[in-house]
């Protein structure tokens, strides 16, 4: 009796350790698989990781790659440089270089007008990735990442061909017309501030179609304005108009050259643009280009290429 007490207390002991022995197993089988499931878990947030670094990086690199959309911010109403033709299309010498430069690049081109004096808010925000339209460098040097210049711009004043008015001292007096956050405007708040002292008034204008028919009809006497965008509107009326010019120019209101301007700092863009704007320098398109645009006096001032 005793011994079969004993082969049963024994016979329950291995049961308990065979129990004992099957949890521990258990645990260490449980164990055993959840650091393959954290391994899976972390590679896959590497692997997540490593597809959001390389879809990034395929963004960034789209930025500038073919088939990229190239938004340039242009004045409507400025030609030659960028203005609507008769058939209401968006034409002009800068708007032409832009698509020549698109061309070359796989880009396509968008042509978007804007406000004058909203310029830096469509570039600072990204709705435009540059500002090609006879755009003004000198005194600006800082505030945007330009390309090399490549027209010699100067501000002239276009008066009536019997208005009386010869020279910039004539000017006393009179009502003056400028384009609103133009160059002619800061060189008229700046350098010639004297000089606009001395007009009667000095008439802020959102373009110069605008400011060119109060000329016309007697509204102002004057009109300060780029000269390219002056021979323009003289030719375009078959004359009656005249700019004050003088002996060496000496009745300009002031000089200056055009580039294009990109946001601060947008070097790689710009790069770009300016390697293919001198390319086509190179190969000859750049003046072919220009020639369209003759007859507005434009191959006088172009400065790149010469």
């Known amino acids: 009796m005793k011994k079969a007490v004993a082969i049963l207390l024994a016979g329950m002991m291995v049961f308990g350790l065979a129990g004992c022995g099957s949890k521990t197993s258990e645990g260490a089988g449980s164990e055993a698989v959840s650091v393959p499931e954290s391994s899976a878990a972390a590679e896959s947030a590497v692997?997540?990781?490593?597809?959001?670094?390389?879809?990034?990086?395929?963004?960034?690199?789209?930025?500038?790659?073919?088939?990229?959309?190239?938004?340039?911010?242009?004045?409507?109403?400025?030609?030659?440089?960028?203005?609507?033709?008769?058939?209401?299309?968006?034409?002009?010498f800068d708007l032409d270089l832009a698509a020549e430069v698109c061309k070359r690049q796989g880009w396509e081109l968008?042509?978007?007008?804007?406000?004058?004096?909203?310029?830096?808010?469509?570039?600072?925000?990204?709705?435009?990735?540059?500002?090609?339209?006879?755009?003004?460098?000198?005194?600006?040097?800082?505030?945007?990442?330009?390309?090399?210049?490549?027209?010699?711009?100067?501000?002239?004043?276009?008066?009536?061909?019997?208005?009386?008015?010869?020279?910039?001292?004539?000017?006393?007096?009179?009502?003056?017309?400028?384009?609103?956050?133009?160059?002619?405007?800061?060189?008229?708040?700046?350098?010639?501030?004297?000089?606009?002292?001395?007009?009667?008034?000095?008439?802020?204008?959102?373009?110069?179609?605008?400011?060119?028919?109060?000329?016309?009809?007697?509204?102002?006497?004057?009109?300060?304005?780029?000269?390219?965008?002056?021979?323009?509107?003289?030719?375009?009326?078959e004359g009656g108009y005249v700019i004050l010019e003088g002996a060496d120019h000496a009745e300009y209101l002031s000089t200056e050259q055009y580039g294009i301007g990109f946001k601060k700092g947008n070097e790689e863009l710009k790069d770009i643009v300016e390697a293919t704007l001198l390319e086509m320098v190179d190969d000859g398109s750049f003046m072919t280009i220009a020639e369209k645009y003759a007859d507005y006096g434009l191959l006088d001032s172009i400065c790149l290429g010469k």
């Open 47 to 92: 692997t997540e990781s490593t597809a959001d670094t390389q879809e990034a990086e395929s963004t960034a690199a789209a930025d500038t790659g073919e088939g990229r959309q190239f938004v340039v911010g242009f004045d409507a109403e400025f030609p030659p440089y960028g203005y609507k033709d008769g058939s209401g299309e968006y034409v002009g």
């Open 110 to 237: 968008v042509k978007q007008p804007i406000d004058w004096d909203s310029k830096d808010m469509e570039l600072d925000s990204g709705a435009i990735d540059c500002i090609w339209n006879g755009f003004t460098m000198n005194g600006r040097e800082d505030q945007y990442t330009w390309s090399v210049p490549y027209v010699d711009n100067s501000q002239v004043f276009v008066v009536a061909d019997d208005s009386g008015i010869s020279v910039k001292a004539d000017l006393a007096g009179k009502a003056v017309g400028v384009q609103k956050d133009s160059s002619a405007l800061a060189a008229l708040e700046g350098d010639e501030k004297e000089l606009a002292d001395t007009f009667g008034v000095l008439n802020q204008y959102a373009d110069y179609n605008t400011a060119f028919m109060d000329l016309e009809a007697g509204a102002i006497d004057a009109l300060a304005i780029d000269i390219g965008v002056a021979n323009y509107q003289i030719s375009s009326r």
